[in-house]
């Protein structure tokens, strides 16, 4: 396969996925196919992190974390130029590609599996440092990539960015406590502040929100606001139309602890979810200084 044909795979699966992955059609054109690339790597070790989970016949959480190990041995073995398995050599002729045109570390990339592998087998965090780690890997270096590949290489930039991931990682998580803990046990909310908030385990498969329970992710909530402020300068720093971008971004993950707060942090029983109205808000909004 050539490299053309790589990033065209690429492309057809970013554009097919515009829904959750928007930016691919704002960014400019010469560099889609590098951000089509990145998104591919993204999705394909996602869904060998996650497809199936819990239906009959699917892999292990063990067989999984196999899985990735081996889809990063083709990362590196594509950077290094050495044969690629057929399956998936259309990702990684085009990911080996973009690394060597934009400069992207390749720690990006592998901090990204390593969080994959992480959360097929860790379903527990004991402190918020732990949760952050997580972060750093599982999502700050999407942001950075995207800085990277606008040629945008600067450390303050990146700090904001990472603030700002971080912050939406959290925005899913506590968006999410009642689907993840019904769909594999999984709980984000750090054991620390269980004990602080007089949280216990039989609270997270109760039939309703305890008050504890409820104080707990109004604390999380915080947290995860105080990271969206301490980002919140990135997109003023960028050009149009990744300022937009960023602006839609940030102002989507506010929304979402918004309503997290007009639940009365019932995320247990009750998912928020961003609307079509309230997309149209939102966009008007970002056409405006934050």
């Given amino acids: ?4 044909e790589s990033y065209r795979r690429c492309l057809e699966l970013t554009r097919s996925h515009y829904e959750n992955f928007p930016v691919a059609r704002l960014v400019p054109k010469r560099i889609q196919p590098y951000v089509a690339a990145v998104y591919a790597f993204a999705r394909y070790a996602d869904d060998l992190a996650d ?31 050495k ?9 990684f002729i085009a990911v080996a ?9 390749a720690d990006l990339f592998t901090d990204l599996l390593s969080a994959f592998k992480q959360d097929c087998i860790k379903l527990r965090y004991e402190t918020f440092v732990d949760v952050l780690d997580y972060c750093r890997r599982s999502a700050n270096p999407v942001g950075r990539l995207v800085l990277i590949l606008h040629n945008h290489i600067d450390e303050q930039l990146f ?9 939406l990682q959290l925005a899913n998580f506590w968006q999410d406590v009642g689907v993840d803990i019904r769909k594999d046990g999984r709980i984000y909310i750090p054991e620390e502040d269980w004990e602080e908030y007089g949280v216990t385990e039989e609270m997270f498969q109760a039939e309703t929100t305890s008050p504890e329970l409820r104080e707990c992710i109004k ?3 915080k947290k995860a ?19 937009l971008e960023i602006r839609l971004t940030w102002l989507g993950g506010v929304t979402i602890l918004k309503k997290i707060k007009q639940l009365d942090y019932n995320t247990l029983q009750q998912r928020p979810k961003i609307q079509k109205s ?7 909004r970002a056409l405006l200084p934050l």
């Fill in 83 to 91: 044969p690629l398995k057929p399956e998936t050599e259309w990702i």
């Fill in 278 to 284: 309230d997309k149209l808000a939102l966009l008007a």
């Fill in 219 to 221: 604390f999380q909530v």
């Fill in 159 to 167: 700090e904001w960015s990472d603030n700002i991931c971080t912050a």
């Fill in 97 to 105: 590609d973009t690394i060597a045109r934009t400069g992207a570390p």
């Fill in 51 to 81: 497809e199936g989970w819990g239906e009959p016949g699917a892999p292990t959480p063990e067989e999984r974390v196999e899985q990735l190990h081996a889809y990063e041995g083709e990362l590196l073995a594509a950077i290094d130029g």
């Fill in 1 to 4: 396969m050539t490299v053309k």
């Fill in 225 to 243: 606001q105080v990271l969206f402020d301490e980002g919140k300068p990135l997109a003023k720093e960028l050009p149009f139309p990744l300022s």
